[in-house]
């Protein structure tokens, strides 16, 4: 079994910033990519940002420049830096692990609970 669990988020004012952390646990042979993703009101769930094992990033462009993602591949651990937030990024904010239990194996998508991302004008 993999658990993934995030923490942070909350309510702030538009400009202001927010840190999200997520770690996986369990059993966990290797992860390739972890990262974030939202689900605003009445919206499909859409990628913020990932990072792979090896170091490459990827960003909507919607948060390009504003939100930066790291990852500390020895703690299975990942973080999501948000600055100069605006209204449309109220979501659920969901971490997204993918995982290979054992080698050899096919990786497997996991999920943890989300966290609310509430920003006022």
């Known amino acids: 079994q993999v658990q993934v669990v995030e923490s942070g988020g909350g309510l702030v004012q538009a400009g202001g910033s927010l840190r999200l952390s997520c770690a996986a646990s369990?059993?966990?042979?290797?992860?390739?990519?972890m990262g974030w993703y939202r689900q605003a009101p009445g919206k499909q769930r859409e990628l913020v940002a990932t990072a792979t094992s090896g170091g490459t990033t990827n960003y909507a462009d919607s948060v390009k420049g504003r939100f930066t993602i790291s990852r500390d591949n020895a703690k299975n651990t990942v973080v999501l830096q948000m600055n100069s937030l605006k209204p449309e990024d109220t979501a659920v904010y969901y971490c997204?692990?993918?995982?290979?239990?054992?080698?050899?194996?096919?990786?497997?998508?996991?999920w943890g609970q989300g966290t609310q991302v509430s920003v006022s004008s």
């Open positions: 369990g059993s966990i042979f290797s992860i390739s990519v």
């Open positions: 997204n692990a993918v995982v290979k239990t054992r080698w050899g194996t096919l990786p497997n998508s996991y």
